[in-house]
């Protein structure tokens, strides 16, 4: 089964949680190359304990009807194989937290990037998150996708909103692009 949304939506959790229901393996984001899994344990708040590989050799292993896949790589092939698609409510709280983890990401990777060279890079990281938004949201409203809302207490966006006040512009003006179902938002 495969679970796909843009980043910060709950999804680590979520699928943490289905995994443990039905039984079956979690494999977390085992289709997102650019996600390095010891690297995700030491700024995530969610820790899962698996670490698989990410390729074909150990792909090809598994049963993805017995299985629980966590995914973030949109595109198109993988959303035809979605079972559930999920997202925050307020999808603009996504891309807050999502500055947030890629400013620990880089705290962590490369401690040395700091100042504007830093918000420069987050600015593209987030840039190419938005592009993939658009394609994840637009492709369930023409598919009409129910999207699924996760049961999560998420950290008050309005803390990042402040310390990151530097991208509002590229966040709040993303909402002239991006076409969403009638039952969320983007505020």
């Not at 698996?50 to 598994?62: D, G, Q, V």
Request: aromatic share 14%.
């Amino acid at each position: 089964m495969i679970v796909s949304s843009i980043g910060r939506c709950g999804s680590t959790k979520f699928c943490y949680d289905l995994a443990k229901q039905l039984k079956v393996p979690l494999y977390d984001e085992i289709l997102n190359m650019d996600i390095k899994k010891p690297l995700k344990h030491l700024i995530h708040e969610m820790k899962v304990p698996e670490h698989n590989p990410k390729n074909p050799a150990f792909l090809r292993t598994i049963d993805f009807d017995k299985a629980v896949i966590n995914n973030h790589s949109i595109n198109f092939f993988n959303l035809q194989k979605t079972n559930i698609f999920l997202t925050r409510e307020n999808v603009q709280d996504s891309f807050w937290s999502f500055v947030e983890i890629t400013k620990r990401y880089f705290a962590v990777e490369n401690p040395k990037l700091k100042g504007d060279a830093l918000d420069s890079m987050i600015r593209q990281i987030l840039q190419r998150e938005l592009v993939h938004a658009q394609f994840f949201y637009e492709y369930c409203y023409v598919y009409n996708v129910q999207l699924v809302i996760p049961d999560l207490k998420f950290t008050d966006s309005k803390v990042y909103r402040e310390r990151y006040e530097q991208f509002t512009n590229q966040i709040e003006n993303f909402k002239e692009k991006i076409k969403l179902p009638s039952y969320l938002r983007y505020e």
